[in-house]
């Protein structure tokens, strides 16, 4: 029987006709509890006829049809004693009282070191094209483990977009359960029964992959999928022996996110990418009937519309048996200009566009030196509408045409091994940033997050998720004050990536 209605007492508190599927995770039922008592999962101790709910199995615990399952636990400890003061300053608030006064959206509790799932769901939920597919998605499509991997995920959008605290709870419960089932090395426990932290790397790259599997292009689209339009760029690689006279060898990979390799010469992120394009390798030569040193250089063919950039920090130390961490200093920028990682080809097709933005911004300087010279400025510049030109090139929707990225997530790693420590999401909204640490949720300002570049003990940023910097051009003013109506904009609808 595994679903069964049960009754749940919290104190004084009766909470009748309660349903619990057993084929889930205990995790999840302790996720319903949070939503029904408030009282976090990990404070909670859950008790039916003498035995107490473990984590990680419900073993001798036994559930049947209105069963009286007792909850111990204070929610008293989550929540700040009532204010003295009748007025309350944004600098004297709480987290929780923050989020309420400035609107603050939703984040994800932390289910026992799932920091990781947390910090990657808030990263990947700035993209709107991909929020969009995952609200839209119909959870009854099956499609195995990465069906219902996708189908949790898009419980969990449609919790985070207004669902409520309790509805986040139980919606990245499941989540979690549908990551083990996609997953199972991300369900391994600790020596005493509770979950293990996980590289959220893998967890990203996990979901990624069950995302790429799940959901579709759109129909004019040459990707197969929705991620590879919006996620996916190509590389145009040459190989060249360094040991024998062969001619160079050519191919095209894909790829869904870049390394930043980082070394004793690496303080910045173009570096550390443009050494990642030009490297040595060791592969076998048929001239010489043996291995031998190659020149592997890679130039960018396709850029996607979200660049991902992963921080190479961790590597395996044999002696400890960890993945330990480079806590170096490398310094990533909000804007980033990848156009000298680009194929001539592509240089070349990017050329329009960037014009484009160097007319605009010699504009936008010899419209500031004129306002600055009259006593009331021009109102008129200032109230002008905008124009907002597509990001993709016309016959590739998904892909980037400027070479230009703003950064719109950073997910962070504060600790020494990427098996321990805490992970936390810092995400972009409108002309500000959050820090999403699991159910916590604050702003922040930008320098903030400049100083997620490492160097301490202090949060160093992991991945980084660059967006497509959008051209917004002032409307020419009309002649005939009379025409109102907006003309067709031939390059289509307005990119999304501004929702």
């Given at each position: 029987m595994p679903k069964v209605s049960v009754k749940v007492k919290w104190g004084k508190e009766?909470?009748?006709?309660?349903?619990?599927?057993?084929?889930?995770?205990?995790?999840?039922?302790?996720?319903q509890i949070f939503a029904l008592t408030g009282v976090q999962p990990e404070r909670q101790k859950v008790v039916c006829k003498g035995v107490t709910l473990r984590d990680d199995s419900w073993a001798n615990f036994k559930l049947t049809n209105n069963a009286l399952v007792l909850v111990m636990g204070s929610k008293e400890e989550d929540v700040p004693a009532?204010?003295?003061?009748?007025?309350?300053?944004?600098?004297?608030?709480?987290?929780?009282?923050?989020?309420?006064?400035?609107?603050?959206?939703?984040?994800?509790?932390?289910?026992?070191?799932?920091?990781?799932?947390?910090?990657?769901?808030?990263?990947?939920?700035?993209?709107?094209?991909?929020?969009?597919?995952?609200?839209?998605?119909?959870?009854?499509?099956?499609?195995g483990t990465a069906g219902g991997l996708t189908s949790a995920l898009s419980e969990t959008m449609r919790a985070l977009e207004g669902g409520g605290a309790g509805a986040c709870a139980a919606a990245a419960a499941r989540l979690l359960t549908a990551l083990h089932a996609a997953a199972p090395r991300l369900a391994e426990r600790g020596p005493g029964g509770q979950l293990a932290q996980q590289d959220a790397s893998e967890c990203w790259t996990e979901i990624v992959r069950a995302l790429r599997m799940r959901l579709p292009a759109a129909p004019e689209a040459d990707s197969k999928s929705l991620v590879e339009q919006y996620f996916g760029g190509t590389l145009d690689v040459e190989l060249v022996c360094s040991e024998a006279d062969e001619p160079p060898?050519?191919?095209?990979?894909?790829?869904?996110?870049?390394?930043?390799?980082?070394?004793?010469?690496?303080?910045?992120?173009?570096?550390?990418l443009r050494s990642k394009m030009a490297e040595q390798i060791t592969k076998m030569s048929e001239t010489l009937g043996r291995d031998a040193v190659y020149t592997k250089t890679s130039k960018i063919s396709r850029l996607p519309?979200?660049?991902?950039?992963?921080?190479?920090?961790?590597?395996?130390?044999?002696?400890?048996?960890?993945?330990?961490?480079?806590?170096?200093?490398?310094?990533?920028?909000?804007?980033?200009?990848?156009?000298?990682?680009?194929?001539?080809?592509?240089?070349?097709?990017?050329?329009?566009?960037?014009?484009?933005?160097?007319?605009?911004?010699?504009?936008?300087?010899e419209t500031s030196l004129t306002t600055k010279n009259k006593n009331h400025g021009d109102s008129k510049r200032e109230n002008k509408r905008k124009i907002i030109m597509p990001y993709w090139f016309e016959n590739d929707v998904g892909s980037n045409n400027s070479g230009y990225y703003r950064l719109q997530a950073v997910l962070t790693h504060r600790?020494?091994?990427?098996?321990?420590?805490?992970?936390?999401?810092?995400?972009?909204?409108?002309?500000?940033?959050?820090?999403?640490?699991?159910?916590?949720?604050?702003?922040?300002?930008?320098?903030?997050?400049?100083?997620?570049s490492g160097g301490g003990d202090w949060h160093c940023a992991y991945l980084l998720l660059y967006g497509p910097k959008i051209l917004e051009i002032p409307e020419e003013e009309e002649e005939e004050p009379m025409v109102t109506d907006v003309t067709e904009d031939p390059a289509g609808d307005p990119p999304t990536a501004l929702a």
């Open positions: 009766m909470y009748p006709d309660v349903e619990v599927n057993t084929d889930d995770e205990p995790v999840v039922f302790k996720a009532a204010p003295v003061e009748q007025t309350r300053f944004v600098e004297d608030m709480n987290e929780s009282e923050l989020a309420t006064a400035l609107d603050l959206p939703e984040g994800l509790i932390n289910l026992g070191n799932t920091c990781y799932m947390n910090a990657t769901v808030q990263c990947l939920k700035t993209v709107p094209e991909l929020k969009n597919a995952l609200l839209g998605y119909d959870q009854s499509s099956g499609g060898t050519r191919s095209t990979e894909s790829f869904l996110q870049l390394s930043c390799f980082i070394s004793q010469d690496v303080k910045y992120l173009q570096s550390g519309a979200y660049l991902t950039v992963q921080f190479v920090r961790f590597y395996y130390k044999e002696k400890e048996s960890i993945n330990a961490k480079i806590l170096k200093d490398v310094k990533f920028p909000l804007e980033l200009d990848v156009y000298e990682l680009c194929s001539p080809e592509l240089q070349e097709r990017l050329t329009p566009m960037r014009t484009k933005f160097k007319e605009l911004e010699d504009a936008s300087v600790g020494r091994s990427s098996s321990s420590g805490h992970y936390v999401a810092w995400v972009a909204r409108g002309d500000g940033w959050l820090r999403c640490d699991d159910d916590a949720v604050s702003p922040v300002s930008e320098e903030e997050v400049l100083k997620l």
